[in-house]
């Protein structure tokens, strides 16, 4: 059964990307472990506030699993200790009294502090855009069984459309890679009949500017399989490699 536990945060202040940043821990009385950790952030705040600090800045917005933007380092895991769940998902029921949790922002040169927990992700708008998308010439709505597409490469597209591009691969990663990101949005599209015709020219443009940010390679630590809080499978960057070799060869 949930009770209220009393717990230290230890957490990142960061002023700017530029400034030098440092831990700073707080105590906090009487939470519920009902409470989401998101929630507990807010408690935290409402006592900075009151206290005349300032308060912790970090991202949010659905608080429903969806966006992907609520990306904490927890406890030295990506998303916290529970598996499969965003931030915004994991509850206090995973600590016990007296515990000290340590959250950190996501730590990669492609995602630059902007101040405390929240990282500047961009980035992976600008991978996007370079090629995760299928180009529509625009006409009549074409017949929902016009275009047949076999149930398991249907199934294998959503599952690797369930990417909510929190980044949460590239801060487990060792090398600071998005492969399993850019991997995910080439899958999700190579899949299926309407993202073939331009399957060559995406995975090219979206791995070059992988690249050009900074992102680092993968070299099959599965870190970032593991870590994933949707669950997306590393065999996505295997097929991101074939599709890519296939380009190049046919270049
Ligand atoms: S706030 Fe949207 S996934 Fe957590």
Known sequence: MDKDIDIKVKVWRQRSATEKGRF????????????????????????LVHEGVEPVVYDHDCREGICGTCSLYINGHPHGPDTQITTCQLHMRHFNDGDTITVEPWRSAGFPVIRDLMVDRSSFDKIQQAGGFVSVNTGGTPDANSIPV??????????????????ACVAACKNGSAMLFVSAKVSQY??????????????????AKMDELGF????????????CPKGVSISNIARLNREFIGAKCSD
Do not use: W
């Not at 105590?27 to 950790?37: D, H, M, R, T």
């Not at 076999?150 to 980044?167: I, N, Q, R």
């Open 216 to 227: 680092g390679n993968c070299t099959n630590t599965r870190a970032c399989e593991l870590e």
């Open 150 to 167: 076999p149930k398991h490469k249907a199934e294998l597209s959503m599952d690797a459309a369930a990417c909510v591009g929190c980044g």
């Open 24 to 47: 700073e821990t707080y105590e906090l009385k009487g939470v519920s472990q009902s409470a989401s950790f998101l929630e507990m952030l807010d408690i935290l705040n409402n006592q």
């Open 190 to 207: 190579a899949l299926l009949p309407q993202g073939r015709p331009e399957a060559k020219k995406r995975a090219k443009a979206m791995l």
